[in-house]
C-alpha cells in the first residue's frame, strides 16, 4: 500500500480521535492510537517504539482516570450516587435528544442536578455542588485526553513531515 496514503489515514484518524476527546460518541483515544500504530507499522519510519509504548500507557492511564475523576470530583463536591446515574443517562439522553453540539455535557449537568434533587430536593446547594464536581471532572479528563491525543497527532506529524 502506497505510503503516503496510510500516512493520510493515520492523520486522519488521529484528528477524529481528538475531536472523539470530547464527543462521547467517537472513541476519542482508540482512534488516536490506531493512528499512530498504523503509521508505525505501515510506513517505514525512524519513529522510535518507545513513543508507541509511552502513548499506549497513556492510553491506559487515561482509560482508568475517565472513570475515577468524575466520581472523584462529583464526591468532593458533596454528590450522591443518585447524581453519577443521573450524569449517565443525562449523558446518553442529551447525545441522543439534545440536538445541538455538547449537548451531552447539558444532559449530564440536568442528568447529576435532578438526580441529586431526587435524592434531596430540600438541598438545592449540594446539588448545584455536584454539577459544579461533575463539570470539573468533565474538564479535568477531557483536558487529559486532549492533551494525550494532541501529542500523538504532533509526534506522527513530526515524523511524516521533517
Do not use: Q
Request: glycine letters at 12%; aromatic letters at 16%; a positive charge.
Amino acid at each position: 500500500m502506497d505510503s503516503v496514503f496510510i500516512d493520510i489515514i493515520a492523520l486522519v484518524l488521529l484528528f477524529v480521535g481528538m475531536l472523539g476527546t470530547f464527543l462521547p460518541i467517537l472513541p476519542g483515544l482508540l482512534l488516536s492510537i490506531c493512528g499512530l500504530l498504523i503509521f508505525k507499522f505501515g510506513t517505514e519510519n525512524e519513529m522510535p517504539m518507545i513513543y508507541v509504548w509511552i502513548f499506549v500507557l497513556l492510553t491506559i492511564i487515561s482509560t482508568v482516570l475517565n472513570y475515577v475523576i468524575p466520581a472523584k470530583t462529583n464526591k468532593k463536591y458533596g454528590g450522591t450516587r443518585y447524581g453519577s446515574i443521573g450524569s449517565f443517562i443525562g449523558t446518553l439522553l442529551g447525545l441522543f435528544f439534545i440536538p445541538i453540539p455538547l449537548g451531552f455535557l447539558i444532559g449530564m449537568l440536568l442528568g447529576v442536578c435532578l438526580g441529586e434533587l431526587l435524592h434531596d430536593f430540600s438541598d438545592k446547594k449540594k446539588a448545584f455542588n455536584s454539577t459544579k464536581g461533575a463539570l470539573i471532572g468533565f474538564i479535568y479528563g477531557t483536558g487529559f485526553n486532549l492533551m494525550v491525543g494532541l501529542a500523538m497527532f504532533l509526534v506522527v506529524g513530526y515524523y511524516i513531515f521533517f
